[in-house]
């Protein structure tokens, strides 16, 4: 039996850049649907592909009818992954499904909407699923493998950069390359709040510290914004400030002299 790519589908996702972050993995009902069309499943770097068996005379696929649906859950590996995905637009109790029902033509980013949360991998409910409908793919004029993209957004939370110093009076501010991110001081007194603030104090009671929040929310993401400087009495003290990780949940402690 001679086989071909049918479809693939990759999982995008703008934080995850490892190929182990996510595990796509069919639906019980779908594995033996493809095993019962002779469909092969491979996995790939980035999601996952479908094989299907070619007639030999004219090197078509076999048709598939209204029944032929795909369904395939796309699971976390960590906490991580759930933290950093924006689900505001889904709700309570439901989770994100990515469809090629309604697909422009040559478009390859599946439509998405939701459906009621369901699946469990690894001890982590599913992130969402992926529907792909057998006969809105047209096979008349496959010459390509059908692409798939599910892209998932990033949660956006804003930046703070704590700076601790033995110094009693720190002048320092922060900028960066053409303004990608700017910074308010948060004034330090005896009326805040902030938990790693008093944490700080207590257990380096002789320091001194600044505050600098993000004014805006700044999305997860694995490239890194680069050139954001420290600058101390007008001189650069460190020209490239690390970003927060994720698991950091926005926030950065740097000791300076």
């Keep these: 039996m001679e086989y071909r790519e049918f479809f693939d589908i990759e999982v995008v996702h703008p934080v995850l850049s490892e190929s182990n972050d996510v595990v796509l993995v069919p639906k019980n009902e779908t594995r033996k649907h493809l095993s019962n069309l002779g469909f092969v499943v491979k996995n790939t770097e980035k999601g996952i592909k479908i094989l299907a068996p070619m007639f030999r005379r004219n090197g078509d696929f076999q048709p598939l009818s209204e029944d032929d649906n795909f369904t395939f859950y796309i699971y976390p590996t960590s906490d991580v992954t759930q933290e950093v995905t924006d689900f505001s637009e889904i709700d309570e109790g439901n989770m ?3 469809s090629n029902q309604d697909l422009p033509e040559n478009s390859q980013e599946l439509i998405s909407s939701q459906v009621v949360k369901e699946g469990i991998f690894g001890g982590y409910p599913a992130l969402g699923s992926i529907q792909i409908i057998g006969h809105k793919i047209n096979l008349t004029s496959l010459e390509q493998p059908i692409k798939f993209k599910a892209v998932f957004g990033a949660k956006s939370i804003k930046w703070k950069y704590y700076f601790v110093s033995n110094t009693e009076d720190i002048d320092i501010s922060l900028e960066s390359r053409d303004n990608q ?7 330090v007194d005896e009326n805040i709040t902030d938990q790693i603030i008093n944490s700080i104090q207590l257990n380096f009671p002789n320091t001194q510290v600044k505050i600098f929040e993000s004014k805006d929310l700044v999305p997860y993401s694995n490239k890194p914004i680069k050139n954001i400087k420290l600058l101390q009495n007008g001189d650069v003290l460190i020209n490239h400030l690390p970003n927060p990780r994720a698991e950091q ?5 740097i000791k300076i002299k």
């Design 181 to 187: 991110i700017s910074f308010n001081e948060v004034v």
């Design 96 to 98: 994100i499904l990515f």
């Design 249 to 253: 949940q926005g926030i950065q402690i």
